[in-house]
């Protein structure tokens, strides 16, 4: 089968994606895969690293105000379709799938007006705009959250889960404790603001760096790249010896096997692999994001008392810590939230997704 993949922006549609990958590549040897994604978005730094053939496009996204911007925006989706057909045409794949991100809508509207089967991928509980307008011409539109179903033609729509989530199963814990020199005998905290990290987590946990050390638990603190420089200036000479600081962590699924409790921001990716890992989770919902999504997805874990959720606003480095305290040190509180957890995830997301890729390719 011939493959064309695309997602980009985020790490939250671009993992998906390369699990999606890894599965073709398990399912059929001779699968062939074209990645498209955009020069500017991290797909062009984790793709190229997996040695998946990659060719890019120049996209933006829509802005949801009225503005000249979306003028140039719509001239460069219609030059990026031409583009697009152009490497389908030289490709010949069999299905194309879009698994989020703006650089999703010339590629897969592109596909479907070509006439080759096309599928999107839905991570949310709540959709963007390119997956909503893109939902109109494909073939399959595959999803994560049930609620999320509503948003689409509904003759078209297919829960599979993400398949991020069988990415994460049966990891060896002790290479994620090597890679970084984690003590196997210490239970170990992971705090990561999404792919691209996120300033006022930052914040908060660097208000109360020092007062780890007193801790009988270590932690992974990720910076997030761009904010690395300013966070190792901020903590010269008052780093505890039990905390590791990282810009950006390659092999997250070897780490989330090492770790005992996530703090994180509420993407859709990393619910998925924090459910089918069964790990407890402190959720900090991005507030900057479309229709509040973030708290939405978050929602779904904690009435089922999987996670907390905490409101940016109200979070503070001291009330971070208090809540650490609480799940890392109450062993049946940590175990109620670990298998409230695990009951939502969908461990075999990624061969779903993949059954009804062949299916829309036949
Ligand atoms: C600002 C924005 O639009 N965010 C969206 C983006 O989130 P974003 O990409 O930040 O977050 P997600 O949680 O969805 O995905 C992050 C992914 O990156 C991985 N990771 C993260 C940090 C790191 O150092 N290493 C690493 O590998 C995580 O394990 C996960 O696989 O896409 C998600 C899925 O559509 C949405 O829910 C988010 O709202």
């Known amino acids: 089968m011939k493959v064309v993949v695309s997602g980009g922006g985020t790490g939250g549609h671009i993992y998906p994606a390369l699990s999606l990958i ?7 040897r001779d699968a062939e895969i074209l990645y498209i994604g955009t ?3 991290l797909e062009s730094e984790i793709i190229p690293r997996e040695n998946i053939p990659f060719q890019t496009i120049h996209i933006t996204g829509f802005k949801r105000k009225l503005s000249f911007d979306n003028v140039k925006t719509i001239m460069r989706f219609l030059k990026g379709t031409t583009q697009v057909k152009k490497m389908l045409n030289a490709f010949q794949p069999d299905v194309v799938i879009g698994t989020g991100g703006y650089v999703c809508g010339p590629v897969v509207y592109a596909a ?55 990415e994460v199963q049966n990891v060896d814990r002790r290479a994620g404790q090597q ?24 914040d908060a946990f660097l208000s109360v760096i020092e007062k780890f050390s007193e801790k009988p638990y270590q932690v992974v603190y990720v910076t997030g790249s761009v904010h690395y420089d300013a966070v190792a200036e901020a903590i010269k000479g008052k780093q505890p010896d039990n905390v590791i600081i990282k810009p950006f962590i390659h092999n997250m ?27 407890p989770s402190i959720l900090i919902p991005s507030p ?5 999504h973030q708290e939405k997805n978050a929602r779904s874990l904690a009435e089922n008392e999987a996670a907390l959720v905490r409101k940016e606003q109200e ?13 890392l040190t109450d062993e049946t509180k940590w175990r109620s939230m670990r298998d409230a957890a695990k009951e939502l995830g969908v461990p075999d997301a990624a061969e779903r997704l993949y059954r009804v890729l062949t299916e829309a390719a036949r």
């Open 315 to 327: 979070m503070s480095g001291s009330a971070l810590l208090e809540d650490i305290d609480t799940i």
């Open 179 to 202: 890679s970084l020199g984690l003590d196997p005998l210490k239970k170990t905290v992971l705090i990561v603001g999404g792919s691209r990290g996120a300033r006022p987590i930052n």
């Open 288 to 292: 900057y994001v479309t229709n509040n």
């Open 112 to 166: 479907a007006k070509m006439g080759i089967p096309a599928v999107i991928h839905e991570q949310n509980s709540v959709p963007g705009l390119t997956n909503k307008f893109l939902s109109r011409y494909v073939d399959r539109v595959a999803i994560c959250f049930e609620e999320a179903g509503g948003f689409f033609p509904q003759e078209k729509v297919i829960f599979t889960g993400n398949p991020r989530a069988s």
């Open 22 to 28: 890894n599965e073709i590549k398990k399912q059929d």
């Open 39 to 41: 020069e500017k978005g």
């Open 253 to 279: 699924p070897d780490v989330l096997a090492a770790v005992d409790l996530i703090v994180a921001r509420a993407g859709a990716t990393t619910l998925a692999e924090v459910t089918a890992l069964g790990l």
